[in-house]
């Protein structure tokens, strides 16, 4: 790993070179005590760790470089919407109104592996740690979490169905 990170800090490497490797090493310890494990062929641009009642997903968006946003997403298993969107919370809205974390996707950018690992580390360590032990402690609390916000999604857009 400390190889990419200083070819892809050299080289200046599009994030899909190194992303997946990045989280992997930050995440799959964690999920893997927590019963989740990752999933195969989930592309360059994301990371989806399973468990059978949850699954958590690991991403960044190529229209965001070359300063990507750490992004992590929560959901359950089964996703009871047609709609993936609607099927998953981003961590980020999780964060109390008044902290600055609500902002931290926009504070915590990278343009490289090093860069990267800091801020999924930081993202790890500050804010998803915190609310994966408060969202998933029991799968049936996070379902209904999920389905009431896209049940809400749906009342304010039908054409989202």
Request: charged letters at 25%; aromatic letters at 12%.
């Amino acid at each position: 790993m400390e190889n990419i990170d200083r070819l892809s800090n050299l080289l200046h490497l599009p994030a899909d070179v190194y992303f997946v490797s990045t989280v992997r090493d930050v995440f799959d310890e964690y999920f893997a005590e927590r019963g989740a494990f990752p999933m195969a062929h989930c592309g360059a641009s994301m990371m989806r760790y399973e468990a059978p009642e949850w699954f958590a997903e690991v991403i960044y968006l190529p229209s965001d470089g070359p300063r990507y946003s750490p992004r992590v997403e929560l959901g359950v298993i089964p996703e009871p919407f047609v709609d993936p969107r609607r099927n998953r919370i981003d961590v980020l809205h999780t964060t109390p109104i008044d902290s600055d974390l609500q902002t931290y996707n926009l504070t915590w950018r990278y343009t490289n592996s090093h860069e990267a690992r800091h801020a999924f580390v930081r993202d790890y360590d500050v804010v998803y740690r915190s609310v994966f032990e408060r969202c998933f402690t029991t799968t049936n609390t996070s379902g209904k979490t999920i389905a009431g916000i896209g049940s809400a999604m749906e009342r304010r857009d039908p054409a989202a169905q």
